[in-house]
């Protein structure tokens, strides 16, 4: 009787179609154990990605369709995960204790990105990750202000930064490394430096994911960050005007000469939504994010309204996921967090770290 009620078991898991990881259960080999003794179902999911609030829905939806089937009288679920390290490109070198590294570009300015990347790394955080939040626009940094920090980053030893804690993140930003009013006058190979010196010299701890704020373009740093930083995937924000579409196709493209994979396309600005009628316009156009997505057969990650919370929320140093978290934005922000990190739970694994260093010596 066990094992006919364990098949029935694993042929509802594998119906259940999971919606971040875009297939059933069983195929995403999402069961980490599964036990069936006289009726009672004791079941234990791992979804790979931070699933947070979402995770325990889930295990509520899942005891009640298990509990309904012929044979159980008790169905136990819980639903957790655990962030594996992601493949990188060839001959690079992982920063120790990061798991993953996921660049955040746009290739244009004036699309949103910044707070794209600040709700993305708020939103894995609350779901349950550790998270650190690097901010690699050294001409004009935009994290210390939304994230509300007006300090100077510390020394953690020598020539090693204390990231700066910013709403349960660990932030670095070359705004906290000079004065907030001073511009950085800096040439092309000082960029890189300076870029490299936050990343590699800081203090991050274990993290299991680094999310890096690119400046708009397609120059030094981002030429940088394909050559010298380990890096796990990207996503690209635009919004859906042409004019935007046409450098977000730039920022695509760049990524898949320097075999970073894409993991998706953000749509910032979808709609207007009026603050007084909360009419909704489509006034940049329509379907731009997802007709991109489909052009380079990656996933549109998510569309985010032009809303003007979202900007008063920033401007406080406090983005929507923290000062809004159960509303409908922040949903779109979770929802953003989650399908970029099932679409990089995957991807191969990283098994190149887990083999010790070889040392030839001769005798």
Not at 28 to 47: C, F, I, K, M, Q
Request: aromatic share 4%; with cysteine.
């Amino acid at each position: 009787m066990s094992d006919t009620t364990r098949q029935a078991v694993e042929a509802e898991l594998g119906r259940y179609h999971e919606p971040y990881l875009d297939t059933d259960l069983m195929s995403a080999r999402a069961v980490r154990s599964l036990n069936v003794e006289s009726g009672h179902v004791t079941l234990e999911l791992d979804l790979g990605f931070p699933c947070g609030q979402y995770g325990q829905e889930l295990a509520e939806r899942l005891r009640q369709k298990l509990e309904a089937l012929e044979g159980v009288n008790q169905a136990d679920v819980t639903v957790g995960f655990t962030v594996a390290a992601r493949s990188v490109q060839p001959q690079l070198k992982r920063i120790e204790g990061v798991a993953n590294i996921i660049a955040v570009a746009s290739a244009k300015g004036g699309v949103g990105k910044s707070t794209v990347a600040a709700n993305l790394a708020l939103a894995l955080a609350a779901d349950g990750a550790n998270v650190g939040l690097l901010d690699a626009d050294i001409y004009g940094p935009s994290q210390p202000r939304l994230m509300g920090i007006d300090t100077r980053a510390k020394a953690a030893g020598e020539n090693v930064i204390q990231p700066v804690d910013a709403h349960g993140l660990k932030t670095m930003s070359i705004g906290y490394l000079i004065d907030k009013d001073s511009p950085a006058i800096l040439r092309g190979p000082m960029v890189t430096s300076a870029l490299q010196q936050m990343l590699f010299q800081s203090a991050w701890g274990e993290l299991d994911y680094l999310i890096i704020d690119l400046p708009p373009g397609t120059g030094d740093i981002q030429l940088t960050l394909s050559q010298k930083i380990p890096v796990s995937g990207a996503v690209v924000v635009t919004t859906p005007q042409d004019l935007s579409l046409i450098d977000a196709r730039k920022g695509v493209e760049m990524f898949n000469k320097v075999n970073v994979p894409v993991l998706g396309i953000v749509e910032n600005m979808s709609t207007h939504i009026c603050s007084k009628c909360g009419h909704e316009e489509h006034i940049f156009g329509e379907h731009g994010g997802q007709n991109l997505a489909d052009e380079y057969d990656v996933s549109l990650l998510g569309e985010l309204p032009l809303d003007i919370s979202i900007r008063e929320y920033a401007d406080s140093g406090k983005p929507t996921v923290v000062s809004a978290p159960d509303s409908q934005i922040a949903s779109a922000y979770f929802d953003i967090s989650r399908n970029t990190t099932a679409r990089l739970a995957r991807q191969k694994k990283d098994y190149a770290s887990k083999f010790p260093n070889i040392k030839v010596e001769s005798t």
